[in-house]
């Protein structure tokens, strides 16, 4: 994402309330936004670079404490660690919708603007000459057909950033996880902690762990008892999937099940460590 310094982003309150009142310390939340912040001047993701980031705070934070911290928001979802570096999915989604906002201002500076709203003189409100328009004219059609990836983009688009609570069970599996994630968090949270733009990269973790032969029904339980676990510690819930992804590679490796269903009941059946961990997870 390059290009036009970003000089606006949206700004919407109430979902960073939803997402971090409570749960972070100001320190953390310190750290969360100068990340947040700097992923916007530079339109792009940051490096993970401690050294770096330390720079940007007043001097006397220590390399460890900022570390913890880091890793702290990692672990928890709010930041995405990609290839060294940092990447906010919320950073990302205003980072897209800023840049199609500019294209589009671009695309409609370039046409000239309204067309002058005057005939030999006359006023004409809307801006066209008479001459140009009869009452049979037929109307401009495009034989043309749409473009499918462009279609398939903007479903995508659609989903993801939506502007109200999704109540419709999707049909594409990995899109289904990701609906079992937000039911979840409503059923145990209450409405208002409900997700409206989801994490980009939901989708690309549950399509993972689905080919990597996890069940849905599997997933959903994990969803559940972590979420459940949380509520009890006075917690409130993950901001992402990606917080799941360290305990399905330790379930898929504890089982030793490279495919096919891990359940939960043939799981159980893995070992005494696989047993721990999912009583851990169920808080047994």
């Known amino acids: 994402m390059t290009g036009q310094k970003v000089r606006h982003i949206n700004f919407h309150p109430d979902e960073l309330l939803a997402a971090v009142a409570g749960e972070l310390s100001p320190e953390e939340l310190g750290v969360y ?3 947040c912040t700097l992923i916007y001047s530079r339109r792009k993701a ?8 330390r720079g940007k705070f007043k001097r006397g934070l220590h390399l460890r404490s900022l570390g913890a911290i880091v890793d702290g928001l990692i672990s928890s979802g709010r930041v995405i660690e990609e290839g060294g570096e940092l990447m906010v999915s919320r950073c990302r989604t205003e980072l897209e919708r800023a840049s199609e906002r500019a294209l589009n201002n671009k695309r409609n500076g370039s046409k000239g603007g309204r067309p002058t709203n005057k005939n030999n003189g006359l006023e004409n409100p809307h801006g066209y000459s008479d001459q140009n328009l009869t009452s049979n004219q037929e109307p401009v059609t495009i034989n043309q057909e749409p473009d499918s990836a462009a279609q398939q983009e903007r479903t995508r688009k659609d989903w993801l950033y939506r502007t109200e609570p999704d109540t419709t069970e999707p049909t594409d599996p990995a899109e289904a996880v990701v609906w079992d994630f937000d039911s979840l968090v409503v059923e145990l949270f209450g409405a208002a902690s409900q997700r409206i733009s989801r994490n980009s990269l939901d989708i690309t973790f549950a399509r993972k762990w689905l080919d990597g032969g996890v069940s849905r029904e599997t997933l959903r339980g994990m969803f559940r008892a972590a979420l459940a676990n949380r509520k009890a510690a006075g917690q409130g819930p993950v901001a992402a999937l990606s917080y799941f992804d360290k305990r399905v590679g330790d ?13 939960v009941r043939h799981s159980r059946q893995q070992g005494n460590g696989f047993v721990a961990l999912l009583q851990e997870m169920e808080g047994e």
């Not at 379930?251 to 359940?263: E, N, Q």
């Open 33 to 35: 936004w100068m990340i």
């Open 46 to 53: 940051i490096p993970n670079d401690l050294e770096w980031l």
């Open 251 to 263: 379930m898929l490796a504890v089982a030793k099940v490279p495919a096919g269903d891990v359940g």
